[in-house]
């Protein structure tokens, strides 16, 4: 079993926009996923409760127990763990880091979320964990996502080729407990989500 983390100290990046669609876009290629929701405000888990089926698997638990869930999900025989997380939850952060074979960093193109990406980055580094970024909630062609992609490439992860954009789809998917592969499987968000999916199985190799 892999176990993947969705990481940045910035409240609003996209963790439980990404950790949700991706543990979607996971069991849709017939993986065996968990989704486990470590944010005390439990957005992830909120979501499963508006859901009308039972995949996947959603597990809320506190930072502090993820590595119990961890072993859980694996005498499951889960495929991949999913892990939802808290904005600026330091130790616990630091925790998890430690825990999981990848990190993901969210970061949207904004001065803001930039200047939030170094403190986890150091979470990341000092956990000697395996770390990307992915761009989160880009606005359409906009010219600072190029921007946004070049600054992170000095930081020396390695940046997720394909970039979410910022779709109101993303949005009302989350709301109707749903993800964007469900209600609109042939759209663009659903094709973002699915090789953001592919690529991140690729780290993991
Ligand atoms: N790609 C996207 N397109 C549209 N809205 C998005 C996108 N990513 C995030 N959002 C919205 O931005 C807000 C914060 O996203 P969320 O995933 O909850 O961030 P975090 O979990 O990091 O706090 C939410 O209202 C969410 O619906
Ligand atoms: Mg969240």
Redesign the pocket.
């Known amino acids: 079993m892999k176990s993947i983390a969705?990481l940045?100290q910035?409240?609003?990046?996209?963790?439980?926009?990404?950790?949700?669609h991706t543990s979607v876009a996971a069991q849709e290629s017939g993986e065996r996923v968990v989704l486990i929701d470590t944010?005390f405000q439990k957005?992830a888990t909120t979501w499963s409760e508006a859901r009308t089926v039972d995949t996947p698997i959603v597990a809320t638990a506190a930072a502090s127990d993820l590595a119990t869930v961890l072993e859980a999900a694996r005498s499951e025989d889960m495929a991949f763990a999913i892990i939802?997380t808290a904005?600026h939850a330091a130790p616990d952060a630091a925790r998890i880091a430690q825990t999981v074979d990848l990190v993901v960093i969210?970061c949207?193109p904004s001065a803001f979320d930039l200047a939030a990406v170094s403190g986890t980055l150091e979470i990341v580094k000092a956990a000697k964990v395996q770390g990307v970024f992915v761009l989160?909630?880009?606005p359409f062609r906009a010219p600072e996502i190029a921007e946004t992609r070049a600054v992170l490439a000095e930081y020396g992860l390695p940046v997720a080729p394909v970039e979410?954009?910022?779709?109101?789809?993303?949005?009302r998917a989350?709301?109707t407990g749903r993800a964007v592969t469900e209600f609109e499987s042939n759209g663009k968000?659903a094709s973002?989500i699915r090789s953001l999916w592919d690529w991140l199985k690729e780290q993991m190799r």
């Open positions: 969705f940045s910035k409240g609003g990046s996209g963790k439980t926009t990404l950790a949700v944010d957005s939802d904005p969210p949207r989160s909630a880009c979410i954009i910022d779709r109101r789809a993303f949005a989350i709301a968000a973002e």
